[in-house]
């Protein structure tokens, strides 16, 4: 056989591997339908909104790890998982010897569970004394008698219905309005009767007062001594549209022991190794937050832009990386949850990173872009490390879509704890709109073409991020005034981001922007504010209708709970930029 015939197969064989290796190189962003039906996936009904610490949000966290197992990127998480757990705070759960009981000639043991439950912010402790009904338990914003006209409450146990009049509209007058004015009044103990028992989790919030739910029936073997029933006295409050309060005759003891328990979240992490030997211990995170609201009172918050379409954005890329052979620099995809808590996820994920923080290139954070208007897309922090202005400019040239850059990384999504580490980093973000934090962010509201477009741009980054030389990092000064939550520009704007909670029990703050509004007044994380003026807050929703119809400048006045002691403090509101 001749060297000539052994020379042409080798020829194949080289062009062979060289075109196998352009086809592995080739990459493909994510197309449409994909994104689509990751978002459709997220927002699916199990899945009841991805708070953190919930099923729903476990749920989710599985989605994301089996898709990135499937994709064959490698696990990065504990013990050889996708998964990163971390504490989001704790729950409560009923302690032995819990109880409520009718004392006197008559005595009655209420059954836990079915006609009552303490409240899981309930000050533990017993307590004894006569009951006083005071209808719907409602005090008067400017501290006057309101339902409490013509008693005297002090030391006695107060039964009070739950909601309010119908006149009143909505929102109607919540849990911990009521105990903050049956403790303000030198009440022993506070029972709230409706026709369900809520949940440890729907009354954690903590008043410093005794306090338990009882149904309807419980509370009507309580107002038999004065010959009363709960549907005879919503009648006579129906028609009297005035205070209906009186000691009932009856005595009662109510104990209430509750015990924490730790509530934990995950991140989902995994990597794609780098294909440079010399480039491989080197990063490049692509990063989103899964978790949302989840549920509040019954109504789900799907969280579709915000932010299954980050979420969706990550997956894609991550897909596309994989299935052309990866980066010269190993590639971290993290899905975070804690996020709309305070940024836990991210700020564990930088404290016990998959690379170490010191050799992550550049942090690409995707946090509601799933609602792209007149064809623009804003990425924040091109300043935050060198060559990104450039990089970015470079990628989007040749888009179907604008782009508005933003110098200043200071934003409150999870980009913020990079760069607090010290990473470079870049935010892609389509803007707010009216159902932010809202149960209408849905999935057949989003906008799937234009995030194939931030894909496609995000792509051209990493593939840059991935093998030219990093980014160095940059400090910058945080602009005057802290960073600022979406929403209209030139709105009154308080400075403050929710907990993420589920439950509709007050408005608890994740965080507090630097100078901002709430800050002057003094409120901290973890506060949970209750009245803004005279209107009532049990959920988000209630705060951003109220700052709705007030103007920058103006002057409010809080109610809010720390550590279950009520304060009050006053507020002047910014401009939202």
């Known amino acids: 056989m ?10 194949l064989l080289v ?18 339908a994909e994104l689509a039906a990751h978002v459709g996936a997220l927002t699916a009904p199990e899945m009841e909104g991805r708070a953190s610490g919930t099923a729903g949000g476990d749920r989710a966290a599985r989605y994301l790890a089996d898709r990135l197992a499937a994709m064959g990127i490698k696990p990065a998480g504990a013990s050889g998982t996708f998964l990163q757990s971390f504490a989001v705070g704790s729950g409560t759960r009923v302690a032995a010897g819990t109880a409520l009981d009718r004392l006197g000639a008559a005595p009655e043991a209420f059954l ?24 719907y338990g409602i005090a008067a914003p400017d501290g006057g008698d309101g339902d409490y006209a013509g008693v005297d409450v002090r030391g006695t146990v107060v039964l009070a219905l739950d909601g309010g009049p119908a006149q009143m509209g909505d929102p109607q007058p919540s849990r911990l309005d009521k105990l903050i004015g049956a403790r303000r009044r030198g009440a022993a103990a506070l029972l709230i009767a409706g026709e369900a028992l809520p949940s440890l989790d729907e009354t954690a919030v903590s008043v410093r007062l005794v306090s338990a739910a009882v149904t ?22 129906s028609r009297s549209r005035a205070p209906v309060s009186f000691p009932t005759g009856a005595r009662a003891r109510v104990r209430v022991g509750v015990e924490r328990e730790e509530r934990r979240a995950v991140n989902v992490v995994g990597v794609l190794p780098g294909r440079d ?22 109504i789900v918050y799907p969280g579709a832009d915000d932010n299954a379409s980050g979420t969706a954005v990550v997956l894609g890329l991550a897909r596309a990386f994989a299935a052309a052979g990866g980066a010269p620099r190993t590639l971290v995809f993290a899905l975070f949850g804690g996020e709309e808590i305070g940024l836990l996820g991210s700020a564990h994920y930088t404290r016990h ?70 990473v470079p980093v870049l935010f892609f973000h389509t803007g707010g709109h009216d159902d932010y934090h809202g149960p209408g962010d849905t999935a057949d509201k989003i906008n799937a073409a234009g995030m194939v477009e931030v894909a496609r741009i995000a792509a051209r980054v990493v593939e840059r991020l991935g093998g030219e030389a990093s980014p160095v990092y940059v400090k910058l000064s ?5 960073p600022r939550m979406s929403g209209a520009p030139g709105g009154a704007f308080l400075g403050v981001s929710v907990d ?51 103007r920058p400048g103006d002057t409010i006045a809080l109610l809010y709970l720390r550590d279950g002691e009520d304060h009050q403090a006053s507020a002047t509101l910014d401009a939202r930029p």
């Open 15 to 32: 062009l062979g591997v060289a075109v196998a290796a352009l086809a592995a190189g080739a990459l493909v962003p994510p197309g449409a």
């Open 112 to 135: 836990l569970g079915r006609d009552f439950v303490p409240h899981g912010g309930s000050l533990a402790g017993e307590v004894s004394g006569d009951v006083v009904f005071v209808g």
């Open 500 to 550: 993420g909670r589920s439950e509709p029990d007050g408005v608890k703050l994740g965080s507090v922007i630097s100078g901002s509004g709430a800050a002057r007044a003094g409120l901290r994380d973890g506060d949970v504010i209750v009245r803004l003026d005279d209107s009532v807050l049990n959920r988000f929703d209630d705060l951003r209708r109220a700052l709705a119809r007030k």
């Open 478 to 482: 945080p602009p005057a005034g802290g």
């Open 353 to 422: 990173p998959a690379l170490p923080v010191d050799r992550t290139a550049a942090m690409l954070n995707f946090d509601m872009v799933g609602r792209m208007k007149n064809e623009r897309l804003n990425v924040g922090g091109v300043d935050s490390g060198t060559g990104l202005r450039a990089m970015v400019a470079g990628a989007a040239r040749g888009a179907a879509v604008g782009l508005d850059v933003h110098a200043t990384p200071f934003a409150p999504s999870d980009h913020a704890s990079f760069y607090a580490a010290g």
């Open 216 to 237: 309807r029936a419980a509370a009507d073997a309580l107002l038999a001594p004065a010959g009363k029933t709960v549907s005879g006295l919503l009648a006579e409050l």
């Open 2 to 11: 001749s060297r000539r015939v052994l020379a042409l197969p080798f020829a």
């Open 277 to 298: 030997p010399a480039l491989a211990a080197e990063a490049v995170v692509l990063g989103a937050h899964y978790d949302h609201l989840g549920r509040a009172g019954g």
